[in-house]
């Protein structure tokens, strides 16, 4: 997934910034809020949920847009996802022009994505 999303901000004028884990990214959220989170539902060490419940407890955070991303599509992931007051569950495969899409409706327009 990460490839892919550096991808998806190679071709397009978004700032992203992609991470191996959600570890690793603590760092830059604990200090930045961005306008739009894709959150993996299986990542290593943590999954996306449990994540997102942690961050969720930073005022910071607190209601970061946030997209799930998961390779399985079972209503109780959508169930879960949605109380932690995620904006849009997508199932896998998702294709770059779906990603720009998200990023268009819940950021703005890129002018690369035209």
């Known amino acids: 997934m990460r490839a892919f999303f550096e991808q998806v901000a190679g071709e397009s004028d978004f700032e992203l910034h ?7 990214s603590l760092t ?58 995620v904006l849009e569950f997508v199932a896998k495969p998702i294709s770059k022009k779906a990603i720009r899409s998200l990023i268009e409706k819940y950021v703005g327009n890129d002018p690369s994505a035209s």
């Open 28 to 85: 830059f959220l604990d200090t930045q809020r961005p306008d739009l989170l894709f959150l993996n539902v299986m990542m290593p060490n943590k999954d996306g949920y449990t994540f997102l419940k942690e961050l969720r407890r930073k005022d910071l955070h607190s209601d970061t847009p946030t997209v799930m991303i998961s390779s399985k599509d079972y209503a109780q992931d959508r169930v879960a996802a949605k109380e932690l007051g």
């Open 18 to 24: 992609v991470y191996d884990s959600a570890d690793d």
